[in-house]
Structures are given as structure tokens and as C-alpha cells.
């Protein structure tokens, strides 16, 4: 089996079994004296996290990080021990973490259960995924085999008294009803009596800021027991700038999961909300831009959310779910929380919008037509396309016959789709179809975009994210078709 | 035709014809030199915007308070001029403002049309309500009539130039589509060819800071033309603290109509949103005003909302309605704001939760109990009974048989029930069903309230705005049966 950096292009062979055993053990000799955190799972959290605990605000801890010895997964350990960081990042104080970890020689990662046996505290940042649309008469579903699978490796190897701290979006109620039972019976199995089990969801956000979303940022937590609670906020006051970010227990761990979902799910509504309203404004010739900005004047309704193409990332498209599904699956309601899911079908559907005004100013044809979308990232100044909202938009021009260019300056390509991406503002050549999707800095009055549009022949723009301000629309409108999605009165 | 002061009791009769020429003349050159303004609605608005006027920031007006001689508002221009302010307000100001104005005799009241011409800016704060259930097949409808009887009046008498400003909440397209065309004919018909419309909707929140939700808080505008926007903006300017909460003006009155409906929308909207949180942390016995007070601590998360009884008050009852309305009705829309609609649907339905609760806990019998709701009005600190989510669980008990006993530290009677409400806390008597049903100060922490219910026999007590700590709900409960909603952990 092989595993391929999609950054790089290299692939690596999965050797048949990992036995890291000797080089961790002499990892660990290399940091005697330091407590050692183990990491599972190096994805956008995980990696960060991992070099947040090795740069940590106050204490010295030996990291290792661990992921699966699977194709999407093995390349990441093998280029973190190789040198390269597996998450672009516009964040500069990522790498430099990263280099200051390999310096002091306080990080390493591995395919190897093993690492747990060596930890004094295991976070746990491995992706739940929701299914969606998963067989007829459901509309999505959660699987926990994973996750369950990667809760039993901890419990086969931690250590007594290891600490093990949830950060993974779970259902609401999982620590409690899935974690705690696999624990205890592994543990009991094999004799260990005392361990402390913690959650306190992260809020990481990869972009600019990406190490201050763990450093500085607030936290919220809750232990399974008084001590569980002790010793994840003893954990966290190294790690988060407590003094000016304070930490909020929470009195159970379903209460925190809660809060994850709940604070995302509300996220997600009010994206919703605000897709009717972006129809209401564009029926009536409301520029909706200019009223939400009158409306976030006031205090309480400063996050009322823009219109835009749709809702990415990988939280706010499943978090509502998870949390509905908890609700009839993990707590025996018989109703799921169904506006919160209807939330999340709405905002699916948003794309559809833009697509649908692209199509109208091509009366209806777009056969053989050449688009361009500019921005394929879920939000700005970020390369990152999980569940980009973009997606659909693609296949839905795909599905009627356009050939599609791509830029995204963030990006060189879509892993999702397998395409290249152009970087260069403006793409050169000429297109039928221009659709703005991701509101990048780097689009907004940018003078070679603009003479670029102007140098072809009447085309269809689609501005679905607000870019262009009001000279830039009324230079393109003399010559071209031009909808901004939101904008009634151009 | 009798017309009836709530507050005072007294009785008018309302003569046949009305015709206060005189004393309006007298008035005028009694204030001799200064600008008129003509308030058009003495409602919660207008009154208290006759007052903003009358003690305008910058500048010297004389103001007519207008409303019409029937049952419902003509015992509140009597009551004007003799010396009572129609609304109780807890706002101290506002009878300052009042006591100012009648020194300086430069504000009376009329029911007499003749006050539009004399006008320089004539405000329109009538009420515009939305029917709900009005036939079958309908959910709701504006019924637009009154506004344009009211929009008749002023064009039948307005003098040239004058600047016509609606702060009434209308459905959008509302100037552009009534207002105007029926002032255009009006005043055409008159020979009167100059006049300006504007629109700027206010955001007066009756309680302690009445007079400086006018006064002291942002404001957005626009006019019909150009004109009507700089006229509009100078005649604010007078009233509103401009230094410090600065003007937004919209490009289009249909802009500022939709800005007005949009968050209330949005308002009512997030109160819907956490209605079924609220159930599902009861189910997984989580305590969901802690989990929102962690979520807030996000500065993009401070204003979600709390659980509570419901949703009460004149605006987000109702506004998402007109909203709705007005996209099909005016714009011609297929579809109206389903989601909006729905919001309101869930809110409407809401005071049910607690009832339930009650009826749960009283083991589905309430025949004969004796009930006590702490709290009338929609929200605390005010005495406002407007569409009172109590209205709602006060006839659902009523419906079981159960006898009412009502308390608000803020009311004496309930105008719409038309029922005594007691003021002293607390109420004295043994009763079955105790229900804290609005959050107001004065029941928290009460020594003597807690005693009070400490001295009963067994009782039911519902918590539904979160007033009881965890300490007094520990000492109810070793006596007592009680649901606090939201709270899943007690």
C-alpha cells in the first residue's frame, strides 16, 4: 500500500508492521524529565495542536505525534519526521514552531500504539466524520467504529494515571457513554484502576492565525469525574494564555460537548437565515451588503451574517448533525433537532443560488461555455477546500457542459477533486463565465484582475461573495453581464 | 363613544366632531419662531418620541402630538394635556422630558388633522399590526387600511416642503409603493409640488433606557430622493446624539424598511434557533445557561440566547411576518420567507414547553390548582404586556381548570386579560403551581419570596427564565416538585 503527500507529489510504501518501539524509546530517553504528551491524530487540529504542546506557554513537554499507518494518513508522520509540515499554513509561527521543535528535538511522530504507552497525557484530535445521505430513509448518519477502534488502542497501552483529553468533535454524551465504558474495561482488564478522562473542544482556525486559535484563544472544558476536571485544567494552563484568555469548566463533559456543536450549529443558522433574505433583497433591488452593515451597528446584532456562495470547512457542514444525532442515538429522543439540521440542508443548497444566476444571464445555456471561479478555499485567506462550498458550484457547471479553470492563491490543487489550481492573479485567457467564490483580499481592487475582465469579449460575472465595490461594477456592467449575489440595486 | 384610561381609569367621552383649530393656532404662536413637529401615533413610540422632540438635543421645536378620536387613543391626548403621560415608563426621563415640555409649553396634543398642516416634519409612528390567523387558508395578513387612512390624512392637509418621516414598521417597499404614490396624488390634487419622504426606523426599547434608545443609540435613514435623504439626516441630527452614535444612510427606503424587519428577523430568528437546544439539554441533563454563558464567551457567539418562556413585545412577533408579507405582496414573489415565518411559528409556540413541564410534573392533572405566575410583561424590568408569551400559558392553564393568580412588580392590571395583577413580592396565600415566567431583578435572590414558598406544602414550581440559582433550587427541591427549563442537571 502506498500513502502520497499531495503536497510534495511523493508517496511512501506502508510497510506491512510498525515497530517504532526503539526509536521512541530512545526519543524518550533524549527528553528524561519531561512529561510526554502523545497526539493522535495529525490532521488541521492535531498537527497544531502537537506544536502548540511542544512550544508550550508553560511547561516542557516531549510531543508524539501518531496517526494511522493508511494512505491518507502515513505520509503525514513520515514528512513530519522528514522535515516537512503536513498542513499549509498561512500562520508563520506554525513552522516556526515546527523548526524549534525539531531543533530541541522535542517532537517526533509515529504509526506506533506504543507512543501511549509512553504518554503521560493523549489528546485525542482525530477526525468523526458524518455521513450524508448514507442509504435511503436516512439523511446521515455518524460512525463511530473509528473512533471507538481509536479510543481501544489508548486503552490496550496508556499508562496509569495517564490523562486522556477529547478535543475531536464527538456526539454529545460520548465520553460518558462510549469513551468512559471502553476505558474502564480495557483498564480494568488490565489491572490499571486510576486514569483521568477530559474534554475541552479546540477552536482551531487554520488561516492567519492558525497557533493563536490554541494559544490564544478561550477554552472550555469538563472533567468525567472532579479529578478528570482538575487535571485537564492543569494540562490546559500550560498550553492556553489563560491569563488573558480564561478557561470556563463546564460541569459535565456532555455539557462541553454540547457547547462544541451548539456554538457551530448556531454558526450555521445564521448563515441560513440569511439566505431567504438575500433572494428578498435581490427581488426588491436591496443592496443586502449595505443593510447588514447597518444592522451590525448595533451591539446585539454585530455576527448577523453576509450573503455569500455557501458554507464550508469541516464543522459547521456536520456539527449540527452530530449533535441530532446524539439527540435520537446516544439520549433515545425520539425527534433529532430538526431545525439545526435544516439549517445544514439550506446552507448545503446555497451554491445552487449562484449557479442558478450564472445559468440566467446565460439564458439557460451553458453548454460548452468557459468558466472561471476565482477562489476555491471555503473562506478567505486560507488554503483550504474541506467541503468548500465551491464543490458544488463545480459540478454543477460540469453537469452542464462548461469547461472549468480554477485560481485560488492559496492553492496549487483541489485534493478533493484531483485539479490543478492556477496561484497567478488574473488567470490568463479568456472565458465565457467568471464567478467569484472566495472573498480573498488579493481579488478586491486589484487593478490587473480588473484590466484582464475588461480585455475580453462581453462575458457572464458572478460576483457570489461581495468583492467588487460599486466602480468596479459599473466598469464591468458597461461591458459585460454582471450579477453580485446579495446586491439587488446594480 | 366612551374612551377609557387604563392607568387612571377615567372615562372620556369622545365628542362628534373634533375641531381644535384654535387651540392649535394659539399654540403655534405661542411658540412663535420655532420648527413644528407633528407626531402622528401616541404609542409606546410616538409618545416618547413627542418628548425626544420636544426636548430635541439640538434645536427648539414645537410639537403637536396627534392621534385619532377613537376608543383606543383618544383618552391619551386627553390625558396629555391634562397633565398624564399615557405610557408607564421606568425610564425617569421620560417624565422629566414631560414636566420640561409642559413647562415650556411647547408640546400639546389633538386629535385634530388640522395639526399636519402646521407641521414642518410630521412623524408617522402609528401601529401597522400583522393579523394573525385571520381565515382559513391564510396564516397570517397586513391589513394596510389604517396606514393608509393615516398617510391620507397628512396628504389632505401637509404644507408645501414639509418632510414626511415614517418610523412606523412597515413591510418593505412600503414608501416607495403607498406612501408615495398616495402623498404624490394628494398633494397634486392640492397644487403642492415640493415635499420630502423619508424613512428611519426607530429602535425604542420601553423600559429603563426609553428615552436613550432615541436619544443615544444609532440610527439608519434614507430618503425617497435625495432631498428627502438630506432632510431626513438634518432633522435627525436634531434628535439623536449624532457624536457619539453616528448615521448610516441606506441607498433606498425600501433599504431601510428591510433593515428594520431584517433584525428583528434575525432577533427572533436566534431565539427559535435555541428553542430545541433547550429540550435536548433537558433530555442529556445538561445545564444549558452554562453552556451558553461558555459559548459567549466568543466574541462572534456573545449574543446567542438563553432558554426562556417565550417570545413577547410588538416587533419580533410580528415583523418577520410583514417581511414575509411583503415579498409576496408587494414584490410579487412565488415565496415568501419561509424561514422567518417558521422562526415565528416556533416562538409562538414556545410558552408550551412550561406548561407541559407543569402539567408533567402535576402528573397531568391541574383540574382546581391553584397557580401563581411571578412576572406578566415580556420582559424584565418593564411593565409591557404586548404580546406576553404569559398570555399563552395563562390560557393553557386556564384551559385545565386551574385558577390564576398573577404577580409583576411592574403592573397593576393586565389590559389585554383584563385582570388584576398583583405588585408585592410575594404574593401572599398557598398555592399549587408557582411559575417564574419573567426574569425580572426583584425575584432574585428575594429572601422573603423564598420563604414564602418554603412555607407551603408540596408544591409544583417551573423555573422558565432561569431566575433561581443553583442554591435556592437545591432548598426547593428537598421540599418541592421543580423544573427549571434549560436546565437539565438539577
Not at 460 to 483: E, N, P, Q
Amino acid at each position: 500500500m502506498e500513502s502520497k503527500d499531495p503536497n510534495s507529489g511523493r508517496s511512501y510504501g506502508i510497510p506491512e508492521t510498525i515497530d517504532d518501539r526503539k526509536a521512541l524509546d530512545k526519543f524518550i530517553s533524549g527528553n528524561a524529565g519531561k512529561k510526554v504528551i502523545a497526539v493522535q491524530g495529525l490532521g488541521f487540529v492535531g498537527a497544531a495542536m502537537a506544536m502548540a504542546a511542544a512550544n508550550a506557554y508553560r511547561g516542557d513537554y516531549a510531543v508524539i505525534g501518531v496517526d494511522l499507518a493508511a494512505p491518507e494518513s502515513y505520509w503525514k508522520v513520515m514528512a513530519l519526521n522528514e522535515g516537512q509540515f503536513p498542513v499549509k499554513a498561512e500562520d508563520p509561527k506554525v513552522l516556526e514552531f515546527y523548526e524549534v521543535a525539531r531543533k530541541k528535538k522535542n517532537f517526533t511522530a509515529t504509526c506506533d500504539p506504543h507512543a501511549y504507552s509512553l504518554a503521560d497525557v493523549i489528546i485525542v484530535d482525530i477526525n468523526l466524520d458524518v455521513q450524508k445521505n448514507p442509504k435511503k430513509g436516512k439523511s446521515f448518519d455518524v460512525d463511530l467504529s473509528g473512533f471507538r477502534k481509536a479510543i481501544v488502542a489508548i486503552g490496550k497501552s496508556a499508562k496509569e494515571g495517564v490523562l486522556v483529553l477529547i478535543e475531536t468533535t464527538v456526539p454529545p454524551g460520548a465520553c460518558e457513554k462510549i469513551v468512559k465504558p471502553i476505558l474502564d474495561k480495557a483498564f480494568q482488564e488490565r489491572g490499571i484502576s486510576k486514569y483521568f478522562l477530559g474534554h475541552s473542544f479546540e477552536r482551531v482556525m487554520p488561516g492567519p492565525e492558525y497557533i493563536d486559535s490554541i494559544q490564544n484563544f478561550y477554552r472550555v472544558y469538563a472533567g468525567i469525574d472532579e479529578g478528570s476536571a482538575q487535571e485537564t485544567e492543569k494540562f490546559l494552563k500550560t498550553i492556553v494564555r489563560t491569563d488573558q484568555f480564561p478557561l470556563t469548566r463546564l460541569h459535565s463533559t456532555t455539557a462541553s460537548e454540547m457547547a462544541k456543536v451548539l456554538e457551530n450549529s448556531f454558526r450555521a443558522m445564521n448563515i441560513a437565515f440569511i439566505e431567504e433574505w438575500t433572494e428578498f433583497a435581490e427581488e426588491a433591488g436591496v443592496d443586502l451588503y449595505a443593510v447588514v452593515d447597518a444592522i451590525r451597528k448595533r451591539p446585539t446584532h454585530r455576527n448577523i451574517m453576509l450573503p455569500g456562495l455557501g458554507v464550508g470547512g469541516y464543522c459547521l457542514t456536520k456539527d449540527p448533525l452530530m449533535a441530532s444525532w446524539s439527540k435520537k442515538n446516544i439520549f433515545g429522543s425520539k425527534a433529532g433537532l430538526g431545525e439545526s439540521e435544516h439549517a445544514v440542508a439550506i446552507n448545503d443548497m446555497m451554491p445552487k443560488h449562484t449557479f442558478d444566476a450564472a445559468k440566467r444571464l446565460a439564458q439557460g445555456n451553458l453548454k460548452g461555455k468557459k468558466a472561471l471561479l476565482y477562489g476555491v478555499s471555503y473562506r478567505s485567506e486560507v488554503g483550504d477546500t474541506r467541503s468548500t462550498p465551491v464543490g458544488m458550484l463545480y459540478d454543477l457547471l460540469k453537469k452542464e457542459g462548461c469547461t472549468i479553470s480554477l485560481q485560488d492563491p492559496y492553492l496549487t490543487t483541489w485534493p478533493e477533486k484531483n485539479v490543478k489550481v492556477e496561484q497567478r492573479i488574473p488567470v490568463e485567457g479568456v472565458f465565457d463565465i467568471i464567478i467569484f467564490c472566495t472573498n480573498h483580499k488579493g481579488y478586491r481592487n486589484n487593478k490587473a484582475l480588473q484590466e484582464s475582465i475588461m480585455g475580453m469579449k462581453r462575458c457572464i460575472i458572478v460576483d457570489s461573495v461581495g468583492i467588487l465595490d460599486k466602480g468596479t461594477i459599473a466598469l464591468f456592467k458597461a461591458k459585460h453581464s454582471i450579477k453580485v449575489i446579495g446586491r439587488g440595486d446594480i
